[in-house]
């Protein structure tokens, strides 16, 4: 079991600054180089000051001059928002940058709230059709004098400018949930994320039961499935139980951004009221105290070492949670010195 971070700028309230929001999630990511996690995940999101990354290869190239080791995901970009082309050239320039260090991931997106902003009119089938276009792609420009005429696009021979400093280029992730996109992603020869949400050990299961169908029946080599999942450990029952409380109320605001009916201001979506968060019993604290990873080191040990017997290759700890700096880095601390030596 390998291990990563996930992690955005996450901005709930006015009084928060973008430039200490970039200085804390800095510090974050310098905590998982320096605990020689595998990576470092940061995705794109437009107009949400929830998930500040609007492109994701700028935050990682400058956490490259950071950071010594770490391998530099997007996790993920959303492909309908890009051309192929330009796609190809940005991603292979961040490996030039980074002196090979770059992985991309890439999803159709899940926000309304964006689709309607940068492709008016656009759904999540189209989205997926799109992504699916656009994946195969990529690996075609880095090797060079891809032409191609398809749905949504159609190009001349093109070569990305400059050429990845990996040979083959970034591996590929792709955004994985139903089974046909575990099998596009793996007859691609592309490895696999997945994060069950709020959904708990079931979903988990689930989810890897969908990749291993789609490994059966590809001839290449195995890909990789990482699982993405929120984890705080905590220093005592206490503090799980503050922390479910915390989690509670970030994913009661990550569903009023996938519904799309609040009012959003100046990239703050209208507060919620403790009545309308009591009334979701299904982001209820004891509920995501179950289905998270969450709780004292041990017990996350024995969570993810559940996550490693299903055959998950790598486990990233998914940070964004509405809690302030301070609770995050003693929580990832005690990931890194409690929780990740179980598994060298």
């Not at 090979?100 to 999803?107: S, V």
């Not at 996938?258 to 982001?283: C, D, H, Y």
Request: with cysteine; glycine share 8%.
């Amino acid at each position: 079991m390998e291990f990563s971070l996930f992690a955005h700028m996450e901005r709930m309230t006015p009084d928060q600054s973008h430039t200490q929001l970039n200085d804390e999630f800095i510090e974050l990511c310098k905590m998982a180089d320096d605990a020689k996690m595998r990576a470092v995940w940061t995705g794109e999101h437009h107009g949400m000051d929830f998930t500040i990354t609007p492109n994701p290869f700028l935050a990682l190239v400058n956490l490259a001059n950071h950071t010594k080791h770490v391998r530099l995901g997007t996790g993920t970009v959303i492909a309908p928002f890009w051309h192929p082309i330009k796609l190809a050239g940005e991603a292979a320039s961040a490996d030039l940058i980074t002196n090979g260090r770059i992985e991309l991931g890439i999803a159709r997106g899940a926000y309304s709230y964006e689709y309607e902003r940068l492709m008016p009119g656009m759904d999540a089938w189209e989205a997926g059709q799109r992504m699916r276009e656009i994946a195969p792609l990529i690996p075609q420009l880095w090797e060079g004098d891809c032409a191609h005429d398809g749905e949504f696009f159609q190009f001349p021979a093109t070569t990305s400018a400059p050429k990845p400093v990996q040979e083959d280029g970034p591996p590929i992730w792709i955004a994985a949930r139903d089974p046909n996109s575990h099998e596009f992603g793996v007859q691609n020869g592309f490895n696999i994320q997945v994060t069950p949400l709020w959904q708990g050990m079931e979903e988990i299961e689930t989810l890897m039961g969908r990749f291993n169908a789609a490994c059966d029946g590809y001839d290449g080599k195995r890909p990789k499935i990482m699982l993405l999942h929120h984890t705080y450990v905590g220093k005592d029952a206490a503090d799980v139980d503050q922390a479910a409380k915390e989690l509670s109320k970030f994913y009661c605001y990550f569903g009023a951004w996938f519904q799309n009916k609040r009012p959003v201001s100046q990239g703050l979506i209208q507060e919620l009221t403790e009545e309308e968060m009591a009334a979701n019993t299904m982001m209820a604290p004891e509920n995501l105290k179950r289905d998270l990873t969450m709780g004292t080191a041990q017990e996350v040990i024995d969570q993810i070492k559940r996550y490693e017997d299903l055959g998950y290759d790598e486990y990233s700890f998914w940070i964004d949670s509405g809690m302030s700096f301070e609770r995050k880095r003693e929580s990832l601390a005690r990931f890194i010195d409690d929780v990740m030596p179980a598994f060298q």
